[in-house]
């Protein structure tokens, strides 16, 4: 599986690491997902996703089957 939230769509980043004398080296910026297992009320069912920690704060307020439709997520995939 990829590295991206699957309701927000957050994947790593690329960046520069500087270094005092100025040499630039190449650095991944990783979005910090976590593995959930969420109720799917709709389904009387659990789910899991990869979610990135800002999903959670989200779900917490719009909830799970309005988050998903908002995103343009199918949740019977999961």
């Not at 991206?4 to 957050?10: A, S």
């Not at 799917?40 to 659990?46: K, L, V």
């Not at 990869?50 to 949740?75: C, H, I, N, P, Y």
Request: net charge positive; with cysteine; glycine share 4%.
């Amino acid at each position: 599986m990829a590295r991206r939230c699957i309701l927000t769509g957050k994947r790593p980043n690329t960046a520069n690491k500087v270094s005092h004398s100025n040499i630039k080296t190449k650095k991944r910026q990783l979005p910090n997902l976590q593995k959930k297992r969420l109720w799917y009320a709709e389904e009387d069912r659990f789910v899991t996703l990869k979610l990135s920690t800002r999903a959670l704060r989200t779900l917490r307020k719009k909830g799970l089957a309005a988050f998903a439709k908002e995103a343009g997520v199918d949740l019977a995939k999961y």
